[in-house]
Nanobody, 125 residues
Framework: QVQLVESGGGLVQAGGSLRLSCAASGRTFSSYTLGWFRQAPGKEREFVAAIHWRGGITNYADSVKGRFTISRENANNTVYLQMNSLKPDDTAVYYC??????????????????WGQGTQVTVSS
């Protein structure tokens, strides 16, 4: 069983930055593909970014490319999401997720086995 705990959310003005962290339990963290997702009020949960277990390859939603950066520290069992140039449209609850299947393709949302409880990010205009 893997537990994920997010932190780092908060209120920030448009144009500002936040860094989200997600600490994971589990002995095989380096073999997880890790993702960040978000859900705004009244909207479906959507993909934000992912970092593959193999080689640290990254993948981003078009809406955040060039502004957000996902990274991981396997030694600390932690994945980060650095968010710059934040916009009011980025307001949402942000979730981290882990896929421990060591699949080669990028996991789809249903493929993620473990989810954190979420952290609120609010961007004021």
């Amino acid at each position: 069983q893997v537990q994920l705990v997010e932190s780092g959310g908060g209120l920030v003005q448009a144009g500002g930055s936040l860094r989200l962290s997600c600490a994971a339990s589990g002995r095989t963290f380096s073999s997880y593909t890790l993702g960040w997702f978000r859900q705004a009020p009244g909207k479906e949960r959507e993909f934000v970014a992912a970092i593959h277990w193999r080689g640290g390859i990254t993948n981003y939603a078009d809406s955040v490319k060039g502004r957000f950066t996902i990274s991981r520290e396997n030694a600390n069992n932690t994945v980060y999401l650095q968010m710059n140039s934040l916009k009011p449209d980025d307001t949402a609850v942000y979730y981290c997720a882990a896929d421990d299947s060591t699949r080669w393709r990028w996991p789809l949302m249903p493929d993620y086995d473990y989810w954190g409880q979420g952290t609120q990010v609010t961007v004021s205009s």
